[in-house]
């Protein structure tokens, strides 16, 4: 267990002017807004509300010209250098993708609830129509260890949602998520699967002719842009647009700490019915929806369970969650969370290549490592750093 941190408060620096790249029109906001999604790391509530008040294309320009706005981060213009929307662009249209902003008839409506947490863009492939498939939609969540009593229960339900008309949302990971998809498209109904890398990447590799065929008969999104690699922050924010695009989340299988019950407790807030399955006392893999049914959630063993959770108007306050065991990374800032994410586990690695996979400007992102070798989670060798062994 490590100690609570506080957080510090990044103190900007004055910025020299950066050359303004010729792609860059101060009037086009809906370009500025995939630059964003390059310059930043989901859930950066600065940066949102930083293109708030001054608008995407105004704060781009901003970033160029080293402002001494106090509000302006220099870890923006850590990659601004690989920034260039025509290449992430054109990547987006060889896969046959399309770029959604908000205001487009496509974006869903419901991600406004997630205010300053809302993606900049979304990075889209398929066929439908985003907005029209998450009118009438479920999340169908649950562990990548699965059993095959959560495998079979995953695909029914969302067999029998295909059946109705209900769209079925999960993460594309193996598992539960794996068997919701399949049971979509095998019951020919319509399945989105949220990504936490570039919907030009296949991931887990080895879940890639699913995604293919997500890609001919469903949707795949993404907030952040094609070629960009899943990471455990991205994963973690992942969660927040399934449960956003929504009407209802269920969790079929899931471990005391697990990505889905965070899907669950953003569904809940965001005022959306959380079901979850329950499975034998002695599963671990059960253990997370027993504890979401001890805290409210409804108890789901049917389809017709299910559809009586899909209603836009929600299911009430969600319980407050008990207090859980903590991990070696809880309690981490931000920052050096995404530092302690992009460290190798067994070769030290140069602190310069470090800059561009943990999204920070140099000083910030070696005051980070600073603080993750006084907790023993980063070890400095003759050639870089890594992450500590025992960690």
């Known amino acids: 267990m490590i100690p609570d941190i506080p957080d510090i408060p990044e103190i900007p620096e004055p910025a020299a002017p950066m050359a303004v790249p010729d792609w860059f ?38 970033v160029f010209t080293g402002t001494d706005d106090p509000d302006l981060r220099p870890r923006w213009r850590a990659r601004l250098a690989g920034a260039d929307p025509r290449r992430d662009l054109a990547v987006l249209r060889r896969f046959g993708g399309r770029l959604l902003v908000p205001g487009d008839s496509e974006w869903p409506g419901a991600l406004d609830l997630l205010e300053d947490r809302r993606p900049f863009c979304l990075w889209a492939r398929g066929p439908h129509d985003l907005a029209d498939a998450c009118s ?15 495998d079979t229960i995953a695909r029914e339900l969302a067999f029998g949602c295909a059946e109705r ?93 697990s990505g889905a019950s965070i899907t669950a407790g953003e569904a809940g807030n965001l005022g959306r019915s959380v079901g979850a399955v329950p499975g034998p006392v002695t599963s671990s893999t059960s253990f997370g929806c027993h504890k979401l049914l001890r805290e409210g959630a409804v108890c789901v063993t049917s389809v017709g369970d299910l559809l009586e959770l899909v209603d836009p108007i929600g299911a009430g306050e969600p319980a407050a969650p008990p207090p859980l065991e903590r991990a070696i990374h809880d309690g981490l800032p931000e920052e050096d969370l995404r530092v302690f994410d992009a460290l190798p586990l067994r070769r030290h690695v140069a602190e310069v290549r470090l800059v561009d996979a943990a999204g920070l400007d140099p000083p910030t992102l070696t005051a980070s490592l600073g603080r993750l070798e006084l907790l023993g989670l980063a070890e400095r060798g003759p050639a870089g750093w890594r992450r500590t062994p025992t960690s």
């Open 165 to 257: 008309g209900v769209a079925v949302v999960s993460g594309a990971a193996y598992g539960i998520d794996a068997k919701a998809h399949g049971g979509a498209l095998d019951g020919l109904g319509l399945t989105i699967a949220v990504l936490a890398c570039g919907v030009d990447r296949p991931y887990p590799r080895g879940n890639a002719p699913l995604l293919d065929r997500i890609a001919l008969d469903g949707v795949i999104v993404s907030e952040v842009p094609p070629g960009s690699s899943p990471t455990r922050n991205r994963f973690v924010h992942r969660n927040r647009l399934i449960a956003a695009l929504t009407s209802a989340t269920v969790v079929v299988e899931a471990g005391w700490r």
């Open 136 to 150: 009438r939609a479920a999340a169908i969540v649950g562990a990548r260890a699965s059993t095959e009593y959560g």
């Open 25 to 62: 029109d101060p009037t086009d906001d809906r370009t500025a807004l995939a630059v964003w999604s390059r310059l930043t790391e989901p859930g950066d509530l600065l940066a949102a509300g930083f293109v708030r008040r001054h608008g995407p294309a105004s704060a781009l320009g901003l």
